[in-house]
Structure formats: C-alpha cells, structure tokens
Nanobody
C-alpha cells in the first residue's frame, strides 16, 4: 500500500515560484510513474507533469517551460518546481503513483491528499 504525502503549497503572487514535494512510503514501485495533477473548483482533475522511473518527463501544454518535475528514486520523492506562476495555476495539487507508465492519464492507483496552491 503506497502512501503519498504532498507538501510545499501556499499562496504566491503572479510571476512567483513554488516547489512542491511528494514523499512516498509503504510499497513502492521499482518501475513506474509518478505524476502531479491539479483540480480547480468546478473543473476536472488534469494532469500537470509526470516522470517515469528512467527520469523521462511529460508535461501539460499549459505548464511547459514553466514547471519542472524531478524524481529521487533513492528517497522515493518527486518534486514539482513551478515558476512564472499564473492565477490560472490556482488549484489543489495532487501527487500520484502507479506501477505502469501512465504519464498524464488520470487512472493512477495511488493518490495523495493534495496541497493547495493559490496564485493572485
């Protein structure tokens, strides 16, 4: 049973930066994918960034060039560096993990509880 705990959310002005982290505990997938998703009020959850066990990343078009996802397999963590934040980036951000390389698909089997990001 994988447990995921996000941290690093908060409030920031437009143009600012935040770094989200996700710590995984319990059973971890030796080969798989970890992703970041977000959900704003009244909107569907959408994939933001994902990274597989080889370090290959994928991004939503809306965050390309602004967000960077990284993974530390030794410590079972995944980070999301968010730069040039915009008000439309405001959402609850969730970490997800799965043994399969799901990239930005929403069918991950394990999810964290989320961390709020607010950009004004």
């Amino acid at each position: 049973h994988v447990q995921l705990v996000e941290s690093g959310g908060g409030s920031v002005q437009a143009g600012g930066s935040l770094r989200l982290s996700c710590a995984a505990s319990g059973y971890t997938y030796s080969r798989g994918c970890m992703g970041w998703f977000r959900q704003a009020p009244g909107k569907e959850r959408e994939g933001v960034a994902a990274i597989d066990s080889d370090g290959i990343a994928s991004y939503a078009d809306s965050v390309k060039g602004r967000f960077t996802v990284s993974r530390d397999n030794a410590n079972n963590t995944v980070n999301l560096m968010m730069n040039s934040l915009k008000p439309e980036d405001t959402a609850m951000y969730y970490c997800a993990a799965d043994r399969y390389n799901l990239q930005l698909a929403r069918s991950y089997s394990s999810w964290g509880r989320g961390t709020q990001v607010t950009v004004s």
